[in-house]
């Protein structure tokens, strides 16, 4: 019943920018850190960008100063936005949710379908 879905992926030419979108929904009892990974072809799946719950944020060495992640926790949601994107930075990118369904439960994965970002010129 629980769902985690990205939106916000696409083309843009280098220097663009996008905004992804990340919406949990279903039975939920709490939401604990949230984070994007991103998958290029022929390379290993990598964190991006985390928040915790109490917002604090992390990031990759190279996406510092041009990404900014950020959540609304009554809506169940986490942003990446992406400035001065990058050939690079194209993959598809995931979101992940650590949550719990109910209070006696303990928290469980879930991640995104996954969104494809494109940048190229």
């Known amino acids: 019943q629980v769902q985690v879905v990205e939106s916000g992926g696409g083309l843009v030419q280098p220097g663009g920018s996008l905004r992804l979108s990340c919406a949990a929904s279903?039975?939920?009892?709490?939401?604990?850190?949230m984070r994007w990974y991103r998958q290029a072809p022929g390379k290993q799946r990598e964190m991006v960008a985390g928040?915790?719950?109490?917002?604090?944020?992390y990031y990759v060495d190279s996406v510092k100063g041009r990404f900014t992640i950020f959540r609304d926790n009554a809506k169940r949601t986490v942003d990446l936005q992406m400035n001065s994107l990058k050939p690079e930075d194209t993959a598809v990118y995931y979101c992940?949710?650590?949550?719990?369904?109910?209070?006696?439960?303990?928290?469980?994965?879930?991640w995104g379908q996954g969104t494809q970002v494109t940048v190229s010129s």
């Open positions: 279903g039975r939920i009892f709490s939401v604990g850190v």
């Open positions: 928040i915790t719950g109490n917002g604090f944020t």
């Open positions: 992940y949710a650590d949550l719990k369904q109910t209070p006696s439960t303990p928290m469980i994965d879930y």
